[in-house]
């Protein structure tokens, strides 16, 4: 079986959730010892308000006072597929006025979040992402690994200067905005995994 596009292909028979794993997991780190290092408004943050995952982590931003450092962009809630001129096909100006092209090329593409086509067709708290360009989540997966085939998930934590995601799994970037980004942060003292607690909160990340 291959890997899952979308978390609706992860509900079995019985309606159990079986999530898996996240694929990117890069580390941000203030030693140095990752590619990846905190510099001020050199990541965003793509999210959906409607993902609970991704809500953390824009708590964690917001009580770590990390919102003069690190942007976002919110898609907006609903899913949609890529249409062949999105995707880039060329079409023939008849296929282009019947549409039936476009229709039939996006019923066998996956579907993802999508961004708002304009500011003025936005959902409230919803933005054309103004970074990349990109129509949908999935567009942005595959700009950062062209062969990428699985799930088109947010969070996303996108870093600008490699136009790579760095991470994509919510519990480690919760991570990172606590405490590797303290330089830049408006509470840096502001401790949301603190040690005594951190091996209850790893259990409940893993469950």
């Known amino acids: 079986m291959g890997r899952s596009k979308t978390s609706f292909e992860e509900i079995s028979k019985d309606g159990e959730f079986k999530r898996t794993a996240s694929t990117f997991r890069n580390w941000i780190k203030a030693d140095g010892s990752t590619e990846f290092i905190p510099e001020k408004n050199r990541y965003v943050l793509y999210i959906c308000w409607a993902c609970p995952w991704a809500s953390r982590c824009m708590a964690f931003r917001a009580l770590k006072g990390l919102e003069d450092c690190i942007d976002y962009i919110a898609v907006q809630p609903q ?7 999105e995707k880039g096909i060329s079409l023939s100006p008849e296929d282009s006025n019947s549409g039936a092209v476009n229709i039939n090329f996006a019923e066998k593409n996956v579907h993802s979040w999508v961004f708002p086509k304009s500011e003025e067709s936005a959902e409230e708290g919803s933005a054309v992402d103004k970074y990349n360009n990109c129509k949908t989540v999935r ?18 934590l996108w870093d600008l200067k490699t136009s790579k995601i760095v991470n994509n799994e919510s519990s480690e970037i919760v ?3 606590n405490c590797e980004f303290n330089e830049f942060a ?3 003292d502001v401790d949301l995994r603190p040690k ?12």
Not at 148 to 154: D, E, N
Not at 196 to 207: A, F
């Open 175 to 177: 991570k990172m905005l």
């Open 139 to 156: 567009q942005l997966y595959e700009k950062s690994e062209p062969e990428y085939s699985g799930k088109y998930t947010v969070p996303v």
């Open 196 to 207: 005594e607690l951190e091996k209850v909160i790893d259990e409940k990340n893993d469950w």
């Open 79 to 85: 899913w949609g597929p890529l249409d062949a001129t």
């Open 186 to 188: 408006k509470n840096p």
